[in-house]
């Protein structure tokens, strides 16, 4: 049995799982900066959240700016957030005496203007 038949058969299968790949992450990690628009999946609310990785802030807020994660606390409002890179879920915490609210909204890269 010849294996150039089998590689070339299986050379489509390898191009379209890596590009694949490239499309299960939302934002580019090596991206200075970089817009999210996310939405609430219950009244389709949507806003933007802008994301500057060489300030390291998150809607102007100091972030924790990982590979997997992007966390902030909005000191205006009081609410804590986590975007998840990978899914690209943006997790919300508002705390408060009554044990707080947690809100789950869907976030997705912005294409950045040419």
């Not at 489509?12 to 999210?36: C, K, N, R, S, Y």
């Not at 389709?44 to 807020?61: K, L």
């Amino acid at each position: 049995m010849d294996a150039m038949p089998a590689v070339t058969r299986l050379l489509p299968i390898a191009l379209i799982v890596v590009a694949l790949g490239a499309l299960a992450h939302p934002d580019p990690v090596d991206a200075e900066t970089m817009t999210l628009r996310c939405t609430n999946p219950f009244s389709g609310t949507t806003w933007d959240v802008a994301i500057d990785h060489g300030r390291r802030t998150a809607d102007s807020f100091p972030a924790d700016i990982t590979d997997k994660t992007i966390k902030w606390h909005d000191a205006t409002r009081g609410g804590h957030y986590e975007f998840d890179r990978t899914s690209g879920e943006l997790t919300v915490i508002y705390a408060s005496s009554t044990g707080g609210v947690f809100l789950r909204d869907n976030c997705r890269l912005v294409p950045a203007a040419s």
